[in-house]
């Protein structure tokens, strides 16, 4: 649908938008509005005819022109400010062009009804990532309305759930409400690293990774076979092998991946940039980030979330020298605020085994906060064993919301009980992740070389869970097949990703988790993770079930029943359906036994629930 507004300014907007009343004036630019009919928790997208540039112009299409359009929600008077983005011929991800005259807005409204918007496009030397206010250009005060109806029910993934953002709780949540908690993929870190993608190539060898040739990419060949007719593709068919692992990852009931827009300049991988070239900083790839965006939108129709990292340790201070806010780095994330921020599930990661220093990570994270409109969460990356230390600085602030531990899974949930204590005393609960397991070698094994997973699944996966944390990313380390830089098929770690499942439907279905505390002290005999809403329900993590087990528990009858982390399904009943504790009885200490119902020594959670008062 091509609608060719006045330029004048609406009448409608909300008081915040200063306006006069003028007259109306001959249009100076088209814009393109798509959908036709838009909704809310989907894209829309705002196509401007403007001046014609190329990848390569002088005037810089990226530094030398700011485009940002301002919407306006007439019922609420909601406001957010979009950042815009050179688009080539509009349609690059098909042609991989570099250059014309397409400039683009992408918004995703976050409630229904009428949104008024307006357009600000100035030029000038450096404009886009400075308080200059450049010159008035083509269709600079171009505004009109738009209505958007409401999400439809059956809209895919997080279509139907609205935005991921922190919360006042230790879980981020969605729009609807839900509560996000995290099954996913940290390897390969160089997802992006994918050989059909325009400008991709390994530009150095690394270690094993490599073939002969010094040139290693993505192919994701065993995941051909998962891709379905209809997904999307691009010229004549490239991005089936990455739409197919996108789509076993999710037909495995994951919902994140990590990733890497960045490891050039001594990185791992070598192989993924935003710019034309791995020598570049101010020029980016109009096409490859298109056809990135192609991947970012199917994985939010699937309901994987985006963990963007946007640098690692051994570039964390290559983009440009200190201070870490500078042009280079300022430009690098306005593109990426434009072209991506508005999915609705990203986590923004400022980098991985971050160094930057304190003040450095508070400039950034307040940056990317004034270009991302949507307050999707912000989080940073810790050396192993180090996540105690990284964070204590950063809690408290309001720009960070979640972790990124990278540790030792038998430390997993003392660090996430730790983290969750100390974030709610400051004010600012934080949602603990767990993204990294050490040692950096081993990771989590294919299922060739671990059939049962046991230590990932007892203290990485469980251990955060029943710690409160809001779950796990896996790393597959570098001495095992399908490693953290080669991995071509997420296959590789198949009963992982089921036991992961099964630790999610756990919560999601049994468990008010979002109300519940970790209270390890209330078990008596062997070691056990306590999960509690106390005098109401208990959830208890027995890593070797051996019937010795007893738990400390407020007076009442209580349904007492078993859950195998193993092999998921439904819940058991063992030999004591219910038990009953109080002052008149035989446990006047208030202890419930725990016994499993088979296969003592395995791990077992026994979940308690108080029966209502007969």
């Known amino acids: 649908m091509r609608n060719h507004f006045l330029r004048t300014i609406a009448v409608r907007l909300v008081p915040s938008m200063t306006v006069s009343l003028l007259c109306a004036v001959t249009l100076a630019a088209a814009v393109e509005i798509a959908p036709e009919s838009p909704v809310r928790w989907q894209p829309l997208t705002l196509t401007f005819d403007g001046p014609e540039s190329s990848e390569d112009a002088t005037p810089n299409p990226f530094l030398d022109y700011r485009l940002s359009v301002s919407f306006s929600h007439q019922a609420s008077g909601e406001s957010r400010v979009v950042q815009g983005f050179f688009a080539a011929d509009g349609d690059a991800a098909e042609s991989s062009a570099t250059a014309g005259n397409k400039w683009r807005v992408r918004f995703t409204p976050p409630l229904a009804g009428e949104w008024v918007w307006r357009a600000e496009f100035r030029s000038g030397p450096g404009v886009a990532i400075s308080d200059a206010t450049g010159e008035s250009t083509a269709f600079d005060g171009d505004s009109g309305a738009v209505s958007v109806g409401a999400a439809p029910a059956d809209a895919p993934g997080f279509a139907a759930k609205g935005f991921l953002t922190p919360s006042d709780g230790h879980y981020l949540r969605f729009g609807n409400g839900d509560r996000f908690l995290k099954g996913g993929a940290d390897s390969p870190e160089n997802f992006l690293g994918y050989f059909e993608f325009d400008g991709t190539a390994d530009t150095a060898a690394h270690g094993g990774v490599s073939t002969d040739t010094g040139s290693f990419l993505h192919r994701y060949e065993p995941h051909a076979r998962d891709w379905n007719q209809g997904d999307p593709t691009w010229q004549g068919g490239k991005g089936k092998n990455i739409i197919g692992a996108l789509n076993y990852l999710a037909s495995k009931g994951m919902n994140s991946v990590y990733f890497m827009t960045y490891n050039l300049d001594g990185g791992d991988g070598k192989d993924t940039w935003v710019w034309t070239g791995p020598e570049v900083r101010d020029r980016f790839d109009v096409?490859?980030?298109?056809?990135?965006?192609?991947?970012?939108?199917?994985?939010?129709?699937?309901?994987?979330?985006?963990?963007?990292?946007?640098?690692?340790?051994?570039?964390?201070?290559?983009?440009?020298?200190?201070?870490?806010?500078?042009?280079?780095?300022?430009?690098?994330?306005?593109?990426?605020?434009?072209?991506?921020?508005?999915?609705?599930?990203?986590?923004?990661?400022?980098?991985?085994?971050?160094?930057?220093?304190?003040?450095?990570?508070?400039?950034?994270?307040?940056?990317?906060?004034?270009?991302?409109?949507?307050?999707?969460?912000?989080?940073?990356?810790?050396?192993?064993?180090?996540?105690?230390?990284?964070?204590?600085?950063?809690?408290?602030?309001?720009?960070?919301?979640?972790?990124?531990?990278?540790?030792?899974?038998?430390?997993?949930?003392?660090?996430?009980?730790?983290?969750?204590?100390?974030?709610?005393?400051?004010?600012?609960?934080?949602?603990?992740?767990?993204?990294?397991?050490?040692?950096?070698?081993?990771?989590?094994?294919?299922?060739?070389?671990?059939?049962?997973?046991?230590?990932?699944?007892?203290?990485?996966?469980?251990?955060?869970?029943?710690?409160?944390?809001?779950?796990?990313?896996?790393?597959?380390?570098?001495?095992?097949?399908?490693?953290?830089?080669?991995?071509?098929?997420?296959?590789?770690?198949?009963?992982?990703?089921?036991?992961?499942?099964?630790?999610?439907?756990f919560f999601q279905e049994h468990l008010p988790f979002w109300e519940m505390w970790p209270a390890n002290d209330l078990v008596v005999g062997e070691k056990a993770f306590v999960f509690a809403k106390e005098g109401q329900i208990y959830a208890v993590y027995l890593p070797e079930a051996s019937g010795r087990t007893q738990i400390n528990v407020a007076p009442g009858k209580y349904r007492l029943r078993w859950y195998d982390p193993r092999n998921g399904g439904d819940l058991q009943v063992g030999r004591s359906p219910t038990v009953e504790v109080g002052e008149m009885l035989m446990r006047s200490d208030g202890r419930v036994q725990l016994s499993p119902p088979s296969h003592p020594g395995q791990d077992w959670v026994a979940l308690l629930e108080k029966l209502a008062d007969q």
């Open 287 to 505: 096409s490859k980030l298109a056809q990135w965006d192609i991947v970012f939108a199917h994985m939010e129709r699937l309901g994987i979330a985006m963990h963007l990292v946007i640098q690692e340790t051994e570039n964390d201070e290559e983009l440009g020298g200190s201070p870490a806010l500078h042009d280079i780095r300022k430009l690098y994330l306005r593109e990426l605020a434009a072209r991506f921020g508005h999915h609705l599930a990203i986590v923004w990661n400022l980098g991985e085994e971050n160094d930057t220093p304190h003040r450095d990570r508070l400039a950034i994270a307040g940056y990317i906060r004034s270009v991302d409109p949507n307050n999707h969460a912000i989080t940073v990356h810790t050396h192993n064993t180090r996540s105690l230390r990284t964070y204590t600085s950063l809690i408290g602030s309001s720009l960070f919301s979640a972790t990124s531990i990278q540790g030792r899974m038998e430390d997993s949930n003392h660090e996430t009980v730790m983290l969750r204590m100390r974030s709610a005393a400051a004010g600012a609960p934080w949602a603990i992740f767990h993204d990294e397991q050490t040692p950096a070698s081993v990771g989590v094994m294919p299922d060739a070389d671990d059939p049962q997973h046991d230590k990932p699944r007892k203290h990485a996966l469980w251990g955060n869970l029943m710690g409160g944390g809001s779950g796990v990313e896996w790393y597959f380390g570098y001495q095992y097949a399908h490693m953290d830089l080669n991995c071509e098929d997420w296959r590789s770690r198949d009963t992982m990703w089921d036991q992961t499942r099964y630790a999610l439907e």
